[in-house]
């Protein structure tokens, strides 16, 4: 069976701290955010196209808007949670994974980078 996979990305620039990194908070640093989304469709639609690049890059663009120069520790949910790049992944994930940003495709999978040398994926096993 065949499949397409589209992938989109944003940027941002943020600081953030982890609250508990080896027992103690972790000091306030910056990075280079760069956040990718991977979505499967198996069929295309009339127009031969899977799922739109306009509204999937908009969306992704908008929660990574959310970040930019700014201090994630401060920004709803994690002024709570802690900012992980994990838990980052899993948010943008729950939020690209929302039937009106999909549409009719499956969100595969969702890499957060924290420079151009250390990333983070997340997925969920069907």
């Given amino acids: 069976m065949e499949q397409f996979i589209i992938r989109v990305e944003a940027r941002f ?3 953030h701290n982890l609250r508990e990194y080896k027992g103690a908070p ?3 640093h910056g990075h280079s955010w760069k956040v990718e989304a991977k979505f499967k469709c198996k069929k295309l639609d009339h127009e031969d196209i899977g799922i739109d690049y306009v509204h999937v890059e908009k969306a992704i663009r908008e929660l990574a ?5 700014k201090y994630i520790n401060e920004v709803p ?11 980052i992944a899993k948010w943008f994930f729950e939020e690209l994974n ?5 549409q009719n495709s499956e969100l ?7 420079g151009p040398e250390a990333y983070v994926s997340y997925s969920v096993s069907s």
């Fill in 98 to 102: 929302k039937s009106e940003v999909k």
């Fill in 65 to 69: 808007s959310r970040f930019d120069h």
């Fill in 77 to 87: 949910p994690f002024d709570k949670l802690n900012p992980t790049s994990e838990n």
């Fill in 26 to 28: 972790e000091p306030l």
């Fill in 13 to 15: 620039e943020a600081a």
């Fill in 108 to 114: 595969s999978e969702v890499i957060v980078w924290e």
